[in-house]
């Protein structure tokens, strides 16, 4: 796209992180977007690009970059040590954050505090006390902090949230999830970051959200248990599978539970890339909803369902040969993307009468994507972690209660009479 074609604009990002979901949705965002331009219409097109990537050692931006060749633009690449410090020299607009998620807090609150707009990756941090401090200083710095949930892009989701809206779905009673994931997950790509991790804060924090933004409510106590042996040891505090339980109640003083099923040792010859249902019960209905059923089965001869899988999601991430002969790649993973630079755009660029603080105002304090939305699931992760570290240390079965007299998230040990705060302020 020529620069004649595009306003005077131009927003540059920072990329933290350079593995796996890099290449699955940001990679796509930036090399879309340094083709055809960001649109919105209170901006018009905006130009944009991928000014800087860090990374512990480079090597991936460097084969990336030989690899991209004219599909993206020549970018600045900073290693370690220090290299998120490096990258917040250059010249950035905003920092796009996906890393392993117990190095959420540090990239995200420096990008913040050098006054850059930021999108994290799923769980934003994993405490409410890490939460509060990023929350005051993007008030403070006065950028947007948006977290990524792409699932909330799914036109299948989206439409279960807006049965539940127009009232065609009346009171959410119990819910189920589950999320499969294969064992390269565990045992290749983030192998260097498993030990000591869980599987239900990866990717159980999906649910966990979309129940949150969906059915609304207040999130009342949370429990977990989990399976070990297989990416860790037997006894130790590394997790093949965990099984959550959350409960909610709603304005008319009913309660409902929900429980998400996690692993990420699924085998790798399972014939799809992810195993994900759902089912939602309500008053006047049900909501099943299954990520392989619903899409498409394929076998090639000596590929799948390794190289390529039986079933695949062509909905989150798909390339694909349009009619007009040209290839994209495109799907609510990537959408999630863009609609962050679109709202940045806005803030910096927007053709209205608002002044740039009026809409930093309009797009967080509660907006969807913004962090300030992600207390209740931050709380859930928060409990997870802790009710995990008490199984592992011998002490299983405990449950934490939400917005306790004694706290907002206080930690309750079978056999112990008193509650161990993990969280004093309101939740």
Known sequence: MSDSAVSLYKLKGGMVGMGMIFDETYRPFFENAFRDGVYDPRTGVIKLEIAAVASRTGGRAAKYKESAGQSINDFSSYIEPDSVGQLLTHDVDFVCVATPDDRHFDATMAAIQAGKHVI?????????????????????????????????????????????????????????????????????????????????????????????????????????????????????NTWDSTQLRMVYEYASGREATFDIHTSWVTPDNFPGYVEQEVQFRFDNGIWNGHSRKRGVECTVEEQTPLTIKNSMNNHYNGTFVEPNGSRSQRGYGIEV??????????????????????RIAQLSNGYYNDITSDRQTVATVHAMEAILEQHAAGNPDCVVRVNQEAGGLVLYIPGQAEGVVLYEGQV
């Open 120 to 236: 994290v990756e799923k769980p934003s941090v994993l405490s409410m006390q890490e939460l509060d401090a990023i929350t005051a200083a993007a008030g403070e710095k006065q950028v947007l902090c948006k977290v990524v949930y792409h699932k909330l892009f799914d036109p299948d989701h989206k439409k279960l949230r807006t049965f539940v809206t127009d009232g065609v779905l009346n009171h959410i009673n119990t819910g189920y999830c589950t999320l499969l994931e294969p064992k390269q997950i565990s045992g290749a790509q983030f192998s260097e970051w498993i030990q000591g991790r869980n599987p239900g804060t990866y990717v159980a924090v999906h649910y966990i959200k979309l129940i949150d933004f969906t059915f609304g409510g207040t999130l009342k106590s949370i429990s977990c248990s989990g399976q070990r042996g297989i990416v860790g040891e037997a006894d130790g």
């Open 337 to 358: 993307l863009e609609e962050f630079a679109r709202e940045v755009a806005y803030v910096e660029h927007g053709l209205d009468d608002l002044t740039r603080q009026q």
